[in-house]
C-alpha cells in the first residue's frame, strides 16, 4: 500500500513524561527498523524486528527506550521518563527482508519530532 | 566499529555546476555503501547504492563509485539543477545485515 507512516508527527512532552511513537510499515514488509536522529546528524540505529521478533536492540541509548511489534506490523517505540537529551528525530523504515545475503532496500517514514522541555 | 565520515557542509553551488560530496568509510569485512537524499519536508530516500568494490551507482544523474582501496564513495554530479537542493547523507551496511550507519549529513544548496 501506501509508504511507511508515523504518528503522531510532533510530540512535546515535559521531562519525566512517558510517550510513545508509533510507526505503519509498508504492508507486507518483514523488516522494521527505528532510529534516532538529533539535530544536524545523521540518524542513528536503535533496534531491528524481524516479523514480531527484536532481533537487535543494541542501538536502544538505556532501558527507558523499549520497542515492540507484537503482531509483526505496527510498531511503537516507547520512551519512559523523558529526559531533554531525548529531544530527537525518530524515524521508522521497513524493507521487504525478502532477499537473504543482500541489502533489502529500506523505505523511511517522515518521521516523529520529540522534544522534550 | 564501523563509521562513516562524510564533508561538512553546506555546499553552495550555482545551477549546471560540478558536484562531489566526500565520503570515507571504516568498516570490517565487505560493507555495501549508499546515498541517502532528504528533500524539505520529505522523507529519507535511496538515491543511489553499491554493493561491491569497484560498482558503480548511478540514478538521477548522480554517481559514487565503491573504491575499496581508498575505502571512499563520494558523491558526483556534472550539472546540479536547483531541484537537488537537499541533505545528503553517505551511509554503509554490513553483509548479512540491513542495519544502516549513516555519516552525517551534508546539506547542497543550487542557486539559479
Known amino acids: 500500500g501506501a509508504g511507511v507512516s508515523q504518528s503522531p508527527r510532533y510530540k512535546v512532552a515535559k521531562r519525566g513524561q512517558d510517550v510513545a511513537l508509533r510507526c505503519d510499515p509498508i504492508s507486507g514488509h518483514v523488516s522494521l527498523f527505528w532510529y534516532q536522529q538529533a539535530l544536524g546528524q545523521g540518524p542513528e540505529f536503535l533496534t531491528y524486528?524481524?516479523?514480531?521478533?527484536?532481533?537487535?536492540k543494541s542501538g536502544l541509548p538505556s532501558d527507558r527506550f523499549f520497542a515492540e511489534r507484537p503482531e509483526g506490523s505496527v510498531s511503537t517505540l516507547k520512551i519512559q521518563r523523558t529526559q531533554q537529551e531525548d529531544s530527537a528525530v525518530y524515524l521508522c523504515?521497513?524493507?521487504?527482508?525478502?532477499?537473504?545475503?543482500?541489502?533489502?532496500?529500506?523505505?523511511f517514514g517522515p518521521g516523529t519530532r520529540l522534544t522534550v522541555l | 566499529g564501523d563509521s562513516v565520515t562524510q564533508m561538512e557542509g553546506p555546499v553552495t553551488l550555482s545551477e549546471e555546476a560540478f558536484l562531489t560530496i566526500n565520503c570515507t568509510y571504516t568498516a570490517t569485512g565487505y560493507p555495501s555503501l549508499f546515498w541517502y537524499v532528504q528533500y524539505p519536508g520529505e522523507g529519507l530516500q535511496l538515491l543511489l547504492k553499491a554493493t561491491k568494490a569497484d560498482d558503480k551507482g548511478s540514478n538521477k544523474g548522480f554517481e559514487a563509485t565503491y573504491r575499496k582501496e581508498t575505502t571512499s564513495f563520494h558523491l558526483e554530479k556534472g550539472s546540479v539543477q536547483v531541484s537537488d537542493s537537499a541533505v545528503y547523507f553517505c551511509?554503509?551496511?554490513?553483509?548479512?545485515?540491513?542495519?544502516?550507519?549513516f555519516g552525517t549529513g551534508t546539506r547542497l544548496q543550487v542557486f539559479p
Open positions: 551511509a554503509l551496511s554490513e553483509r548479512n545485515t540491513d542495519k544502516l550507519i
Open positions: 524486528f524481524q516479523n514480531e521478533a527484536q532481533l537487535d
Open positions: 523504515a521497513s524493507s521487504s527482508g525478502l532477499l537473504a545475503g543482500a541489502y533489502n532496500e529500506q523505505f
